[in-house]
T-cell receptor
Framework: GAVVSQHPSRVICKSGTSVKIECRSLDFQATTMFWYRQFPKQSLMLMATSNEGSKATYEQGVEKDKFLINHASLTLSTLTVTSAHPEDSSFYIC??????????????FGPGTRLTVL | GNSVTQMEGPVTLSEEAFLTINCTYTATGYPSLFWYVQYPGEGLQLLLKATKADDKGSNKGFEATYRKETTSFHLEKGSVQVSDSAVYFCALSSGYSSASKIIFGSGTRLSIRP
């Protein structure tokens, strides 16, 4: 149980195009989803917190117009990298918190999406 | 602000060796501490956690004790296996659970030789 999927797993795009990454909770409903970015050999950095039906909360330094997040349902959140540039190339990871998490809810992580911008 | 520092890798050990991966943290208040593991091609999985000082988290033979006096949460295993090869992340959350914002260390890649 508690499986989170991401699609696509890898994507290569040209500079200036937009790329959409999906994060799905497969066997549970998620009140909250998080989006992280991981550079090679570095830590995961939280980009934004996404709550179903409301606007995402972005971390300091993350451009909300650059990284559009939509959390349209309790099982799906999307991250769109708009007008991608080579410096946006990275590994993007999402996580989801079950709606019925009990008194100690936990984040469950997706396998990540590797984005390469040429 | 809150931060996590863990030993750099890669760490290479022989099977059945003793493992320690050091982790120290800086935080205000009383954070919860976690170790996550990422196996090749998979997402992060929670390995163990501790939510208050002197708590010991354990799972799959791994242990870590929340030491407030030394602000540490070192990961240990008495006898590693090839299947333990993965990247290990130390992390903290200022909330009671990992449903809150998590701050990760840089990760330590562990390779176990048969």
């Amino acid at each position: 149980g508690a499986v989170v999927s991401q699609h696509p797993s890898r994507v290569i795009c040209k500079s200036g195009t937009s790329v959409k990454i999906e994060c799905r909770s497969l066997d549970f409903q998620a009140t909250t989803m998080f989006w992280y970015r991981q550079f090679p050999k570095q830590s995961l950095m939280l980009m934004a917190t996404s709550n179903e039906g409301s606007k995402a909360t972005y971390e300091q330094g993350v451009e909300k117009d650059k990284f559009l997040i939509n959390h349209a349902s309790l099982t799906l959140s999307t991250l769109t990298v708009t007008s991608a540039h080579p410096e946006d190339s990275s590994f993007y990871i999402c996580s989801a918190v079950p709606l019925a998490g009990g008194d100690r809810p936990e984040q469950f992580f997706g396998p990540g999406t590797r984005l390469t911008v040429l | 602000g809150n931060s996590v520092t863990q030993m750099e890798g890669p760490v290479t050990l022989s099977e059945e060796a003793f493992l320690t991966i050091n982790c120290t943290y800086t935080a205000t208040g009383y954070p919860s501490l976690f170790w996550y593991v990422q196996y090749p091609g998979e997402g992060l999985q929670l390995l163990l956690k501790a939510t208050k000082a002197d708590d010991k988290g354990s799972n799959k033979g791994f242990e870590a004790t929340y030491r407030k006096e030394t602000t540490s949460f070192h990961l240990e295993k008495g006898s590693v296996q090839v299947s333990d090869s993965a990247v290990y992340f130390c992390a903290l959350s200022s909330g009671y659970s990992s449903a809150s914002k998590i701050i990760f260390g840089s990760g330590t890649r562990l390779s176990i030789r048969p």
